[in-house]
């Protein structure tokens, strides 16, 4: 499958020193979903901005559907966005709320109730047609400005943040919904986050930026087992990688390869008891916090080096319910196929 959206080195830069996005590359496949995801002040929303064509793009260039996109006015894009606040028309019903774009284009009156009746069955507001959104719930408003971005039947469906007015209970469902819904129409999307399951959960392929830069772009699974970089590897998963110095480490973890200067290890890989016959690196710890979820523990453990002092941290996650109790010895096991190894730059490398 051909790409659908080319991003070539595309940059923005407010005024002369602050460059938001720094020379993103990216090809997105006709009905993909794509997360844009990491920290606060990435330049995630930038991007996507620049995409709409909301703000002008410093350097590089934007390509949907082999037509250039730098010189198009936001209307003539054939985009669709949804930001966080819905920006729905408290004054207007649910009905006319969805209509106006079609209105604004000067599209009839029977051509737009019929659009309107057919995306209202799509989304399941056929009931609410008449409300005004006050007399909504906070699904429900997200479901009507989704239906009025998709009025128009756009090429691509952009959205910053759509679920972060909600309640966790319902962002969850709606997190199924959008998934489901971009699925049965194969809309292309990009959905910007920073919460890492949204993306996870609901991107076919999720963009890791931080500082204005791309950090890494792979399917989710591929990036959580293989993170391109330190940043990554630590902004991917709760709680986050452990990250050790490999001088901390037993000597035996410099003849992995002689370039690793750091080494890492989810909390949820790290083996409890281990026989010892699996090739790894083994500690005794001390179990200094326990963290009680229910299903399993958070243990925060202290692990002599063997070099004396100072101690290594190490958070776990143990999954069976026998409880850990602070202050208990414990032998723990580093399975060499779960570490992570990163060179002086912080790049993953490969034993
Ligand atoms: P958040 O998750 O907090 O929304 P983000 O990743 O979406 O963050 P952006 O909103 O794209 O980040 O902002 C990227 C950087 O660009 C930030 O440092 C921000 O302060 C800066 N920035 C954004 N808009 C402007 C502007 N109009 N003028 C100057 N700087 C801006």
């Not at 128009?152 to 959205?159: A, D, E, Q, T, V």
Request: charged residues 25%; glycine residues 8%.
């Amino acid at each position: 499958m051909g790409e659908f959206v080319r991003l070539h080195g595309v940059s923005k830069r407010f005024g002369n020193i602050h460059t938001a996005v720094n020379s993103v590359d990216l090809c997105v496949k006709k009905g993909e979903f794509i997360a844009l995801l990491g920290p606060s002040g990435c330049g995630k929303t930038t991007l996507l901005r620049m995409i709409a064509g909301l703000e002008p793009i410093s350097a590089g260039s934007l390509v949907i559907d082999g037509e250039a996109m730098q010189d198009k006015h936001p209307r003539d894009r054939d985009i669709a966005m949804v930001f966080q606040n819905y920006a729905l028309y408290p004054h207007m019903t649910v009905r006319a709320n969805l209509e106006y774009p079609l209105k604004l284009r000067g599209i009839g009156r029977e051509a737009r109730a019929k659009r309107a009746d057919e995306i209202a069955a799509l989304l399941e507001l056929g009931t609410l047609l008449e409300r005004k959104p006050a007399a909504l719930s906070g699904g429900q408003r997200q479901r009507v400005a989704m239906g009025r971005a998709l009025m128009r039947n756009p090429k691509i469906f952009l959205m910053d943040e759509p679920l972060s007015n909600l309640d966790a209970r319902l962002r969850m469902h709606m997190r199924v919904e959008i998934a489901g819904l971009q699925r049965r129409l194969g809309i292309t999307t990009l959905y910007v986050t920073h919460d890492q399951i949204e993306a996870m959960t609901m991107a076919d392929r999720v963009v890791i930026m931080n500082a204005g830069r791309v950090q890494q772009i792979g399917p989710p699974q591929e990036v959580y087992d293989r993170p391109a970089n330190l940043f990554v590897a630590t902004f991917i998963g709760a709680p986050p990688m452990n990250v050790f110095r490999a001088v901390d480490l037993p000597a035996s973890v410099c003849s992995l390869r002689p370039d690793v200067v750091h080494v890492g290890v989810r909390p949820e890989d790290i083996v409890f008891d281990a026989e010892g016959d699996r090739p790894g690196f083994q500690f005794d710890c001390t179990v200094s916090l326990v963290e009680t979820l229910g299903a399993d523990s958070i243990l925060h453990l202290r692990a002599s080096t063997g070099h004396g002092e100072p101690e290594l941290s190490i958070i776990a996650r143990k999954r069976d319910n026998a409880r850990a109790l602070e202050g208990q010895r414990l032998g723990i096991w580093l399975p060499l196929s779960r570490i992570h190894l990163f060179d002086q730059s912080g790049s993953r490398i490969e034993p």
